[in-house]
């Protein structure tokens, strides 16, 4: 590209993500003021077209559901605190199947943590957030330029499963200014919602082929629509122990799962070792300077970096099966992605890093791969 090509910009994760759900079709924002998310409001007011100041974080999701189901894409954002009160209508939502996106910027905990401090700590909340361990799709950019991709992903992800979808993101992503060519960023197509367009009778919750019902937003003029949030049957109507209704309801584990393949990202890169590095969002950046530095040195070593976190993807246990160690990075003191991968039993195999306080180094990771040549 000839240098005259490029557009270097100075800017953060949060522009990006806004811009490019906007672009994708998101038309409300409501949020409520914690850190470090505040910047994705700010954001939000200039690029969609409603943008709502919720007076708490149940508030914002109640709201993000009311415009949900009358046929407006809502994304909200918080960080632990707030998410934590999200939960009881994040789960009503899911079992509506209302589309909408979720930004969760992650910090240093227990409790309120720090909102200066990063860390990755939410990851097994987001495994168990939904009753009953339902699968809800979470993703998590590795970069800015994920930051603009994985947001678009988001909301289509959102629309095409008619479900709440996480974007894991954390401060450092999303606050941090980069110097960055976005010439270079691919275009964002708007994402269609196909209505139902019949007119005999509308079922809101009557799957065809893809498992996922025809939308209606409610309030339209021709056909009623219901939303329910207990077990339902495929016209809305509350049923308990019924065949349809308890199908209905194991649909939604199996739509997230039989159609994880259309959400699945992540990088791979196969440098022909015994090792690979595997980790996620924040961490993956300092990944990146080490497999560097490590290859200048003439030494082999791979790199996996996940991007669709939950459901966890098939794929990703295919690849890390090639390799011999697997060091897992990841900012926290409990190693999430390992026990999500791998439960808490002891694998000689699995190695990790793992700091809280502040970031993980490029040189704390090649001294982690060095530490996978030594013999159990």
């Known amino acids: 590209m000839a240098e005259s090509d490029r557009n270097m910009v100075f800017l953060d994760g949060s522009r990006l993500i806004i811009e490019a759900m906007a672009r994708a079709g998101a038309g409300a924002y ?4 914690i850190t470090p998310v505040n910047w994705l409001f700010d954001g939000a007011k200039s690029r969609i077209p409603v943008t709502l100041e919720a007076p708490d974080e149940i508030t914002a999701l109640q709201w993000s559901a009311g415009f949900s189901a009358t046929g407006t894409f809502p994304v909200t954002a918080s960080a632990f605190p707030g998410f934590a009160l999200m939960i009881e209508s994040l789960n009503m939502s899911f079992m509506m199947e ?40 979470v993703l998590c ?11 678009a992903a988001a909301v289509k992800t959102a629309i095409n499963l008619r479900t709440p979808v996480i974007l894991l993101t954390s ?10 060519d976005i010439s270079g960023l691919p275009e964002v197509p708007l994402v269609k919602r196909e209505l139902y367009d019949r007119k005999d009778l509308y079922k809101p919750y009557s799957v065809n082929g893809n498992m996922v019902p025809d939308f209606l937003p409610a309030g339209n003029e021709n056909h009623q629509v219901r939303f329910n949030a207990s077990t339902h049957d495929a016209t809305g109507a509350t049923q308990k122990n019924s065949v349809e209704a308890l199908g209905n309801t194991a649909r939604l584990k199996n739509k997230m799962e039989d159609r994880l393949e259309e959400y699945t990202f992540y990088d791979h890169d196969d440098g022909d070792g015994e090792t690979v590095i595997l980790t996620y969002g924040i961490s993956a950046e300092a990944a990146r300077d080490a497999i560097r530095s490590i290859r200048s040195s003439g030494e082999k070593v791979s790199l996996l970096v996940m991007k669709t976190m939950l459901p966890v993807p098939p794929r990703i246990f295919d690849i890390l099966d090639r390799y011999q160690n697997i060091l897992i990075v990841e900012e926290n003191l409990s190693g999430l992605l390992r026990e999500l991968l791998f439960g808490q039993q002891k694998n000689d195999r699995i190695h990790r890093i793992n700091k809280i306080g502040n970031m993980i180094t490029p040189g704390e990771i090649i001294e982690g791969v060095e530490q996978c040549k030594q013999p159990y």
Request: hydrophobic share 40%.
């Open 30 to 33: 409501i949020g409520y003021p």
């Open 98 to 137: 209302l589309p909408m996106v979720v930004i969760l910027a992650q910090r240093l905990g227990p409790s309120t943590g720090s909102a200066t401090t990063g860390a990755q700590g939410d990851l097994l909340l987001l495994r168990g957030c939904i009753s009953g361990g339902y699968p809800l799709p």
């Open 141 to 151: 950019p590795s970069n800015m330029m994920d930051c603009w991709n994985m947001a």
């Open 171 to 180: 401060k450092e992503m999303i606050m941090t200014n980069q110097n960055m």
